[in-house]
């Protein structure tokens, strides 16, 4: 039973860790509110959810940085979408590189881009590892026997 | 002015017709200066609407116009003073023309007739004169022949004598009859001489006749005469000479012809001329003027010859003389009457006649005539040489001259000349007479009305002068005045501009600057999470947020301001708790107040509507602002906000009741233009409360000279407050503002003892059918007694006040020994009911007493002990003892405890151990109080009812129950959960939930709140992004909604439209009121078709169909240009990425319940 506590008390302090890092946002917080019965694992499905599409719009997006002739609006589009879900999952970091990438994209600047680019990838990265730890951790804790309180 | 100009020019051209055409042009003249004058100033006018901006040229103008318009005014001035003075000289001048003119006509043709009378006069005298004179000769003649015929021939000396003696008494027949005649004689063919002769000096009269002795040949002499006589005329030295003849003279009775004296010898020729026959050469009558020595006078003589029978021989000859000295007589009578001189002169020049009495006659040893010329009268001889000198000898053929103004000497002199035809003797006759005679009162008269004339025309002029220059005084001053006024209309017109201008900069400033700072201060909430600031950097960066908080508070009070001000705040028309938001806004300041020792207490009247409707925010906003205020100024002390209703439709009795109507009337009026439609349908149901509040504080107070001026934006009561307090003075500007604009106003009332009393009225409106009780539990039947042992007086005294007027006891402990002694009396006393030791103890408080006793008459007290916890020492660990002391008195009272905000939790939880489960922050107030009570009754209520169904044991476990009021909901300020739901709940562990650490506890109250409030709603969601379609389906799952998620917009448009997809059915679901959703949520940015188009398409689609599904938009951008460009192509309301739970809920529930 004092695992399971143990294990609690990681995870929140895993959580706070991650909120003071700026990985997330109050925004992670209210979908984590919105799980509940009827919607067991709601954030976990979200955030793969989110996982899938930012692959496929980093593939795009890097794809769409490889062509010669890089059009800048259809890249917009791309950023914009990963900024919008990135934002609604409250991962906070990358929301914000997305805007200084699309402000890139604005003034055209391939090269803005390509750092911009990298940044995402890297704090895309991050995030992932961050937030499949902190699931393997409530895994392990529902696993355990404990609820996971937030 | 144009008025009296055209009058003038009218008269002027009136009187002189002459003048009109000089005068019309200087009047012309003068327009055309008014004109150019009126030019310049419009062009200038002009000039300086182009060049408004440029202040300099600005004031040059003012000064150049100032000088053209008294330039102008000038000129106007001495034009029209001109006019009035050739118009008042030309009146002078006609005038005097007219009086004079024709007076000296009319006197001038009158003194021509008198003169002519006058000189008349004596010429018929002179005729008649000369009449007589011929007319007695003729008879003296024709007599003489008479008797000569008779005597022809004398015999002898006898016959002789006795012809002398007829012819004798004859002629002393005639010449006694002539009184006027000199004289008469008669001198004989023989030489003899017979002569009467009348003195006329001395009045004598005398008979003269030659010695009759030296003719007693006469008769032989006779034939010798004859003959000789017809050789040769007799000749008068034959008669004087040769004959030396004695000649006798006897005076006579002039009336008889007696003889009175003796007969004197006397020498011929001395006394008389004796008309010889020289006179009469040819035989007809002659005339002469004689001179003789006797008389000063000239005489006229005439002599006519006695013919004898046969007409052949001139017997003898008769002269007869008259003395001109009538006719100077009458001359001198005339020119006594009428002044002046006249004289008669013959044509020779000689004079005849004078109306003085200077001589006629050259005064030598023979008498002679004098010329008129020669005269010794000055006036006369200087009109003979006048009339001399102009005419010489040629005299105008009549002889008549009539001459005016002749200067002789000194005078001026009318002579006239007549001339009188006589045969023999032409006469002229002059008249002079000095114009002063006839025209003196004339010219005096006329020169009298001169001077009168020109004094009162210069009079005249001068009054009308000074009545030009202060009446153009006035116009030049109305001008100026109404210059000025232009001027400051102008002035005003552009401050107004100016002043609109700087609002609407100020908004759109301060909308810009906001962006940044929000940039800023979300760059410092990043940084401040970045883990690798050091402690100095995270503290300096700290500081930079808080200066930048305080920055962004600043802007969004200026926008608040300029928005107010360029009347572009729009209240909101909602209904809200205004109870509950005041006691959250207490409940805010409470925790600021209690660092400064200062109490906050809401007071708040039972007859306060519950429920009203407006913009809650604003209320809320007003009522911050001033306690903010009051806190700033506060060190110590108490700020009490109280609260109560004035006239609800018609209370006569309330003093406000003029201004109240007034002001309900404005609020009706300034309600009904923004929002009529609104407003008609609410206000069927609604009915105008106004509030009355005070903010009553103990600070520093307001100098009553700065009670108004402190309303001003930027304006501060003491400039030095800012150093001390900081502000901007925005504030108490946005707050009159504000209550303005919902019809009340604010003032600083005078309040007795230091600091300031603020009072603000508002009119809001009460939804009827909410308006009943608001103290949903009486109080009175419960017997309840309370003691309130609180360190704030103020609060304390306004809770006993109002649980005293509820009927419930109260009584009132400050500090701890006074609770313990309270507490001991009570219940001690209370154990031993007839311990007559008490009032020993305590025989000052009478009062007290009285309470006591009535208390003890109460037949089932429930005691409610509240207890601040200030009260108790936390400072060392006194307060367990102290909670053990009063934790004696538990079962016997309820304990209410009054939580600081900063109460540590061990003492919370050291309270909630020993099962004290009533605690309420601070502050207390209405609202916490009931309920508290309401739960101590039916606490009470339970415990009986326990009681009764024998379970009295298990009371224990039960009231380990925790239950914290505190109404901090001001954040989710719907008003439909209602408050009082939640304390019925009390009882439920569950319903426990904080303000100060809301973040681990927030999830469950959100649990509590998030009922299923969508219930019922269709949703489509329109969004491409897995992601947040997901999270926002679940959301609104959540709350309860039916969701539809398309992918993008084209999609959201096929399934508006498939679910009906033919007309016809589309139209007969219209008609059962079918919607295919309630709300769509539309992300703007989506492929194949982004939300803008679909909004439009679908907007499209409703048309003609009355349809109006509500679209709320879903944007990242969070820009207001967005918003515009949504609502613009028909969304309705707009929500930005990340989707915030509340405001979504809010937003879709608005929507919803607008539309059904």
């Given at each position: 039973?004092?695992?399971?506590?143990e294990?609690?008390?990681?995870?929140?302090?895993?959580?706070?860790?991650?909120?003071?890092?700026?990985?997330?946002?109050?925004?992670?917080?209210?979908?984590?509110?919105?799980?509940?019965?009827?919607?067991?694992?709601?954030?976990?499905?979200?955030?793969?959810?989110?996982?899938?599409?930012?692959?496929?719009?980093?593939?795009?997006?890097?794809?769409?940085?490889?062509?010669?002739?890089?059009?800048?609006?259809?890249?917009?589009?791309?950023?914009?979408?990963?900024?919008?879900?990135?934002?609604?999952?409250?991962?906070?970091?990358?929301?914000?590189?997305?805007?200084?990438?699309?402000?890139?994209?604005?003034?055209?600047?391939?090269?803005?881009?390509?750092?911009?680019?990298?940044?995402?990838?890297?704090?895309?990265?991050?995030?992932?590892?961050?937030?499949?730890?902190?699931?393997?951790?409530?895994?392990?804790?529902?696993?355990?026997?404990?609820?996971?309180?937030? | 002015?144009?008025?009296?100009?055209?009058?003038?020019?009218?008269?002027?051209?009136?009187?002189?017709?002459?003048?009109?055409?000089?005068?019309?042009?200087?009047?012309?003249?003068?327009?055309h200066?008014?004109?150019?004058?009126?030019?310049?100033?419009?062009?200038?006018?002009?000039?300086?609407?182009?060049?408004?901006?440029?202040?300099?040229?600005?004031?040059?103008?003012?000064?150049?116009?100032?000088?053209?318009?008294y330039?102008?005014?000038?000129v106007?001035?001495?034009?029209i003073m001109?006019?009035?003075?050739?118009l008042?000289?030309?009146?002078?001048?006609?005038?005097?023309?007219?009086?004079?003119?024709?007076?000296?006509?009319?006197?001038?043709?009158?003194?021509?007739?008198?003169?002519?009378?006058?000189?008349?006069r004596?010429?018929?005298?002179?005729?008649n004169?000369?009449?007589?004179?011929?007319?007695?000769?003729t008879?003296?003649?024709?007599?003489?022949?008479?008797?000569?015929?008779?005597?022809?021939?004398?015999?002898?000396?006898?016959?002789?004598?006795?012809?002398?003696?007829?012819?004798?008494?004859?002629?002393?027949?005639?010449?006694?009859?002539?009184?006027?005649?000199?004289?008469?004689?008669?001198?004989?063919?023989?030489?003899?001489?017979?002569?009467?002769?009348?003195?006329?000096?001395?009045?004598?009269?005398?008979?003269?006749?030659?010695?009759?002795?030296?003719?007693?040949?006469?008769?032989?002499?006779?034939?010798?005469?004859?003959?000789?006589?017809?050789?040769?005329?007799?000749?008068?030295?034959?008669?004087?000479?040769?004959?030396?003849?004695?000649?006798y003279?006897?005076?006579?009775?002039p009336?008889?012809?007696?003889?009175?004296?003796?007969?004197?010898?006397?020498?011929?020729?001395?006394?008389?001329?004796?008309?010889?026959?020289s006179?009469?050469?040819?035989?007809?009558?002659?005339?002469?003027?004689?001179v003789?020595?006797?008389?000063?006078?000239?005489?006229?003589?005439?002599?006519?010859?006695?013919?004898?029978?046969?007409?052949?021989?001139i017997?003898?000859?008769?002269?007869?003389?008259?003395?001109?000295?009538?006719?100077?007589?009458?001359?001198?009578?005339?020119?006594?009457?009428?002044?002046?001189?006249?004289y008669?002169?013959?044509?020779?020049?000689?004079?005849?006649?004078?109306?003085?009495?200077?001589?006629?006659?050259?005064?030598?040893?023979?008498?002679?005539?004098?010329?008129?010329?020669?005269?010794?009268?000055?006036?006369?001889?200087?009109?003979?040489?006048?009339?001399?000198?102009?005419?010489?000898?040629?005299?105008?053929?009549?002889?008549?001259?009539?001459?005016?103004?002749?200067?002789?000497?000194?005078?001026r002199?009318?002579?006239?000349?007549?001339?009188?035809?006589?045969?023999?003797?032409?006469?002229?006759?002059?008249i002079?007479?000095?114009?002063?005679?006839?025209?003196?009162?004339?010219?005096?008269?006329?020169?009298?009305?001169?001077?009168?004339?020109?004094?009162?025309?210069?009079?005249?002029?001068?009054?009308?002068?000074?009545?030009?220059?202060?009446?153009?005084n006035?116009?030049?001053?109305?001008?100026?005045?109404?210059?000025?006024?232009?001027?400051?209309?102008?002035?005003?017109?552009?401050?107004?501009?100016?002043?609109n201008?700087?609002?609407?900069?100020?908004?759109?400033?301060?909308?810009?600057?906001?962006?940044?700072?929000?940039?800023?201060?979300?760059?410092?909430?990043?940084?401040?999470?970045?883990?690798c600031?050091?402690?100095?950097?995270?503290?300096?960066?700290?500081?930079?947020?808080?200066?930048?908080?305080?920055?962004?508070?600043?802007?969004?009070?200026?926008?608040?301001?300029?928005?107010?001000?360029?009347?572009?705040?729009?209240?909101?028309?909602?209904?809200?708790?205004?109870?509950?938001?005041?006691?959250?806004?207490?409940?805010?300041?409470?925790?600021?107040?209690?660092?400064?020792?200062?109490?906050?207490?809401?007071?708040?009247?039972?007859?306060?509507?519950?429920?009203?409707?407006?913009?809650?925010?604003?209320?809320?906003?007003?009522?911050?602002?001033?306690?903010?205020?009051?806190?700033?100024?506060?060190?110590?002390?108490?700020?009490?906000?109280?609260?109560?209703?004035?006239?609800?439709?018609?209370?006569?009795?309330?003093?406000?009741?003029?201004?109240?109507?007034?002001?309900?009337?404005?609020?009706?009026?300034?309600?009904?233009?923004p929002?009529?439609?609104?407003?008609?349908?609410?206000?069927?149901?609604?009915?105008?409360?106004?509030l009355?509040?005070?903010?009553?504080?103990?600070?520093?107070?307001?100098?009553?000279?700065?009670?108004?001026?402190v309303?001003?934006?930027?304006?501060?009561?003491?400039?030095?407050?800012?150093?001390?307090?900081?502000?901007?003075?925005?504030?108490?500007?946005?707050?009159?503002?504000?209550?303005?604009?919902?019809?009340?106003?604010?003032?600083?009332?005078?309040?007795e003892?230091?600091?300031?009393?603020?009072?603000?009225?508002?009119?809001?409106?009460?939804?009827?059918?909410?308006?009943?009780?608001?103290?949903?539990?009486?109080?009175?039947?419960?017997?309840?007694?309370?003691?309130?042992?609180?360190?704030?007086?103020?609060?304390?005294?306004?809770?006993?006040?109002?649980?005293?007027?509820?009927?419930?006891?109260?009584?009132?402990?400050?500090?701890?020994?006074?609770?313990?002694?309270?507490?001991?009396?009570?219940?001690?006393?209370?154990?031993?009911?007839?311990?007559?030791?008490?009032?020993?103890?305590?025989?000052?408080?009478?009062?007290?007493?009285?309470?006591?006793?009535?208390?003890?008459?109460?037949?089932?007290?429930?005691?409610?002990?509240?207890?601040?916890?200030?009260?108790?020492?936390?400072?060392?660990?006194?307060?367990?003892?102290?909670?053990?002391?009063?934790?004696?008195?538990?079962?016997?009272?309820?304990?209410?405890?009054?939580?600081?905000?900063?109460?540590?939790?061990?003492?919370?939880?050291?309270?909630?151990?020993?099962?004290?489960?009533?605690?309420?922050?601070?502050?207390?107030?209405?609202?916490?109080?009931?309920?508290?009570?309401?739960?101590?009754?039916?606490?009470?209520?339970?415990?009986?009812q326990?009681?009764?169904?024998?379970?009295?044991?298990?009371?224990?476990?039960?009231?380990?129950?925790?239950?914290?009021?505190?109404?901090?909901?001001?954040?989710?300020?719907?008003?439909?959960?209602?408050?009082?739901?939640?304390?019925?709940?009390?009882?439920?562990?569950?319903?426990?939930?904080?303000?100060?650490?809301?973040q681990?506890?927030?999830?469950?109250?959100?649990?509590?709140?998030?009922?299923?409030?969508?219930?019922?709603?269709?949703?489509?969601?329109?969004?491409?992004?897995?992601?947040?379609?997901?999270?926002?389906?679940?959301?609104?799952?959540?709350?309860?909604?039916?969701?539809?998620?398309?992918?993008?917009?084209?999609?959201?448009?096929?399934?508006?439209?498939?679910?009906?997809?033919?007309?016809?059915?589309?139209?007969?679901?219209?008609?059962?009121g079918?919607?295919?959703?309630?709300?769509?949520?539309?992300?703007?940015?989506?492929?194949?078709?982004?939300?803008?188009?679909?909004?439009?398409?679908?907007?499209?689609?409703?048309?003609?169909?009355?349809?109006?599904?509500?679209?709320?938009?879903?944007?990242?951008?969070?820009?207001?240009?967005?918003?515009?460009?949504?609502?613009?192509?028909?969304?309705?309301?707009?929500?930005?990425k990340?989707?915030?739970?509340?405001?979504?809920?809010?937003?879709?529930?608005?929507?919803?319940?607008?539309?059904?």
């Amino acid at each position: 039973m004092d695992g399971i506590v143990e294990l609690q008390r990681q995870l929140i302090d895993y959580t706070a860790s991650l909120f003071h890092e700026g990985f997330l946002d109050e925004q992670f917080n209210q979908l984590q509110q919105l799980e509940d019965e009827n919607n067991p694992g709601f954030v976990v499905e979200v955030v793969t959810l989110f996982f899938e599409d930012a692959d496929r719009l980093l593939n795009e997006l890097t794809k769409a940085l490889g062509q010669p002739s890089v059009d800048f609006k259809s890249l917009d589009a791309h950023v914009h979408q990963l900024k919008g879900s990135s934002s609604s999952i409250g991962a906070h970091r990358i929301h914000r590189v997305c805007i200084s990438f699309r402000n890139s994209c604005e003034e055209q600047n391939v090269e803005g881009c390509l750092k911009n680019l990298q940044q995402v990838k890297h704090e895309y990265s991050l995030v992932k590892d961050r937030l499949e730890t902190l699931f393997r951790m409530e895994q392990q804790i529902l696993n355990a026997g404990g609820s996971v309180r937030r | 002015m144009a008025e009296s100009k055209d009058e003038i020019h009218f008269e002027s051209s009136e009187c002189s017709p002459a003048s009109t055409s000089p005068m019309g042009g200087k009047h012309r003249y003068l327009f055309h200066r008014l004109c150019s004058s009126w030019d310049k100033s419009i062009s200038l006018k002009g000039r300086r609407i182009f060049h408004r901006d440029v202040e300099k040229e600005e004031f040059q103008y003012a000064s150049s116009h100032c000088l053209t318009s008294y330039y102008s005014v000038f000129v106007v001035r001495l034009a029209i003073m001109i006019m009035l003075a050739i118009l008042i000289g030309l009146l002078t001048i006609l005038t005097w023309h007219f009086t004079k003119i024709y007076t000296t006509k009319s006197l001038n043709s009158l003194a021509y007739g008198l003169r002519y009378e006058l000189l008349q006069r004596p010429v018929l005298r002179m005729w008649n004169i000369l009449n007589s004179t011929s007319e007695i000769t003729t008879a003296q003649v024709k007599l003489s022949q008479y008797v000569i015929r008779r005597y022809s021939n004398p015999a002898n000396q006898a016959e002789q004598v006795e012809l002398y003696e007829a012819m004798r008494a004859i002629t002393w027949s005639l010449f006694a009859s002539r009184k006027a005649l000199n004289s008469i004689t008669i001198n004989y063919k023989n030489g003899f001489v017979q002569a009467f002769h009348r003195d006329l000096k001395d009045n004598n009269t005398f008979y003269i006749y030659s010695d009759l002795a030296n003719y007693s040949m006469g008769a032989s002499n006779s034939n010798e005469i004859n003959s000789f006589s017809t050789h040769q005329a007799w000749d008068d030295k034959a008669l004087h000479g040769n004959y030396s003849a004695i000649w006798y003279r006897e005076p006579l009775d002039p009336v008889s012809g007696e003889k009175i004296g003796k007969a004197m010898k006397i020498a011929p020729e001395d006394l008389i001329n004796i008309a010889g026959f020289s006179q009469v050469p040819d035989g007809v009558a002659s005339w002469h003027v004689a001179v003789s020595k006797f008389t000063d006078s000239p005489l006229l003589s005439a002599a006519l010859p006695v013919w004898d029978s046969s007409n052949k021989t001139i017997m003898a000859v008769v002269g007869v003389t008259t003395a001109l000295y009538s006719v100077g007589q009458l001359m001198r009578e005339l020119v006594e009457l009428h002044s002046g001189h006249m004289y008669l002169t013959s044509q020779e020049g000689y004079l005849l006649a004078t109306s003085t009495s200077a001589p006629l006659l050259a005064n030598s040893t023979k008498p002679k005539l004098k010329m008129a010329v020669d005269c010794e009268d000055d006036v006369i001889r200087h009109g003979a040489e006048w009339l001399q000198r102009t005419y010489g000898n040629n005299f105008p053929p009549s002889h008549e001259v009539h001459v005016e103004n002749v200067k002789l000497g000194h005078q001026r002199y009318y002579i006239d000349s007549f001339f009188l035809k006589l045969k023999r003797l032409p006469l002229v006759g002059v008249i002079i007479i000095p114009r002063k005679y006839i025209m003196g009162q004339v010219d005096e008269r006329a020169f009298k009305t001169l001077v009168i004339l020109i004094s009162a025309s210069l009079c005249i002029l001068v009054i009308g002068c000074v009545c030009i220059l202060i009446l153009t005084n006035g116009v030049s001053k109305e001008m100026n005045l109404r210059a000025e006024l232009i001027n400051q209309l102008e002035a005003r017109r552009k401050a107004e501009a100016s002043s609109n201008y700087k609002s609407q900069f100020l908004a759109n400033m301060s909308h810009e600057l906001r962006t940044p700072m929000a940039a800023v201060i979300g760059l410092l909430d990043i940084l401040i999470s970045d883990d690798c600031l050091t402690n100095e950097q995270y503290s300096t960066v700290t500081q930079i947020r808080k200066c930048s908080t305080a920055l962004l508070r600043l802007l969004n009070n200026i926008l608040d301001l300029s928005k107010v001000e360029s009347g572009k705040l729009v209240l909101e028309d909602a209904e809200f708790d205004l109870g509950r938001e005041l006691e959250g806004l207490v409940d805010m300041f409470s925790v600021q107040c209690i660092n400064h020792n200062v109490e906050t207490v809401l007071d708040l009247s039972d007859d306060m509507p519950k429920v009203v409707r407006g913009d809650s925010a604003r209320v809320v906003q007003i009522f911050a602002n001033l306690i903010n205020n009051s806190i700033k100024f506060t060190p110590s002390g108490h700020i009490i906000l109280r609260g109560w209703c004035g006239n609800r439709n018609s209370s006569v009795g309330s003093p406000n009741f003029h201004l109240d109507q007034k002001k309900s009337r404005s609020l009706q009026k300034c309600r009904e233009k923004p929002n009529a439609n609104h407003s008609k349908k609410t206000s069927l149901k609604d009915n105008k409360v106004i509030l009355w509040f005070e903010v009553d504080d103990t600070g520093c107070g307001i100098d009553p000279s700065k009670w108004d001026s402190v309303f001003e934006s930027f304006e501060q009561a003491d400039p030095s407050t800012t150093r001390l307090h900081g502000g901007t003075g925005l504030g108490l500007c946005i707050v009159r503002n504000l209550v303005n604009k919902m019809g009340g106003d604010i003032k600083v009332v005078k309040k007795e003892g230091p600091g300031t009393l603020m009072r603000l009225c508002l009119i809001l409106s009460a939804p009827m059918d909410v308006i009943e009780q608001q103290c949903a539990v009486d109080l009175t039947e419960n017997g309840l007694v309370v003691l309130l042992a609180q360190q704030g007086n103020m609060g304390r005294l306004i809770t006993s006040k109002w649980l005293q007027k509820n009927g419930v006891c109260t009584m009132e402990a400050s500090d701890w020994n006074g609770l313990t002694q309270v507490l001991r009396e009570l219940f001690h006393a209370r154990s031993s009911v007839h311990n007559t030791d008490f009032d020993a103890h305590y025989p000052a408080k009478e009062e007290l007493k009285s309470k006591l006793l009535n208390i003890r008459d109460m037949r089932n007290p429930v005691f409610v002990i509240v207890v601040d916890m200030g009260l108790l020492d936390l400072s060392t660990d006194i307060w367990k003892e102290q909670l053990n002391f009063l934790h004696r008195y538990f079962g016997r009272a309820k304990f209410v405890w009054v939580l600081n905000h900063d109460t540590s939790n061990t003492i919370k939880m050291e309270i909630r151990r020993k099962g004290h489960v009533l605690m309420v922050n601070k502050p207390l107030y209405k609202a916490k109080m009931i309920h508290i009570l309401d739960a101590v009754i039916k606490e009470r209520n339970l415990e009986l009812q326990r009681k009764n169904m024998t379970a009295p044991r298990m009371k224990e476990g039960d009231l380990h129950e925790f239950l914290e009021i505190d109404s901090t909901h001001f954040e989710a300020a719907s008003s439909d959960d209602s408050d009082i739901s939640e304390v019925g709940e009390s009882s439920s562990p569950s319903s426990s939930y904080g303000t100060e650490d809301n973040q681990p506890k927030s999830h469950s109250s959100k649990a509590v709140d998030g009922k299923k409030s969508l219930e019922g709603l269709k949703i489509l969601l329109a969004e491409d992004t897995p992601v947040l379609q997901r999270v926002a389906t679940i959301m609104l799952e959540k709350m309860g909604a039916a969701v539809v998620a398309v992918g993008d917009g084209q999609q959201a448009v096929e399934a508006l439209g498939c679910m009906f997809p033919a007309e016809d059915r589309r139209r007969e679901s219209l008609q059962k009121g079918i919607t295919p959703y309630d709300l769509i949520l539309m992300d703007c940015q989506m492929p194949k078709m982004d939300g803008y188009e679909a909004t439009k398409a679908i907007r499209k689609s409703e048309v003609g169909t009355g349809l109006h599904i509500p679209i709320v938009a879903l944007t990242a951008h969070a820009m207001s240009c967005d918003e515009a460009k949504c609502l613009e192509v028909g969304m309705d309301a707009y929500l930005t990425k990340p989707i915030d739970f509340k405001m979504m809920v809010s937003t879709i529930l608005s929507l919803t319940k607008r539309t059904s």
